[in-house]
């Protein structure tokens, strides 16, 4: 139905920056809204920022003046730009949107993963 492929992790020394993109892709009508989440090893998956169709936001609390999402709507991509990374900012991140694939359903997706990690 839909496939969402993420770029962008790697290993970046603390305080430095990354940009994570995810491409949406597939039987799509239409995207509610796409988003970031993240898991650290023995931790559970949680929020890290979330943009609908008309670009309101939401941040998680820990990442708020540091990380920013972004959507071009017209390339159906997402993309997290993560500065002054710490290295409690390692996990693996995970794309997610929730879209109707045809004019009445709708379902949640996830992408693959990227890891990033952060070194003191």
């Known amino acids: 139905q839909v496939q969402l492929v993420e770029s962008g992790g790697g290993l970046v020394q603390a305080g430095g920056s990354l940009t994570l993109s995810c491409v949406a892709a597939?039987?799509?009508?239409?995207?509610?809204?796409m988003g970031w989440y993240r898991q650290a090893p023995g931790k559970q998956r949680e929020l890290v920022a979330t943009?609908?169709?008309?670009?309101?936001?939401n941040y998680a609390d820990s990442v708020k003046g540091r990380f920013a999402i972004s959507r071009d709507n017209g390339q159906n991509t997402v993309y997290l730009q993560m500065n002054s990374l710490k290295p409690e900012d390692t996990a693996v991140y995970y794309c997610?949107?929730?879209?109707?694939?045809?004019?009445?359903?709708?379902?949640?997706?996830w992408g693959q993963g990227t890891q990033v990690t952060v070194s003191s």
């Open positions: 597939g039987s799509i009508f239409r995207i509610i809204d």
């Open positions: 997610n949107s929730r879209t109707y694939y045809s004019v009445t359903s709708w379902d949640e997706f």
């Open positions: 943009i609908n169709s008309g670009h309101a936001i």
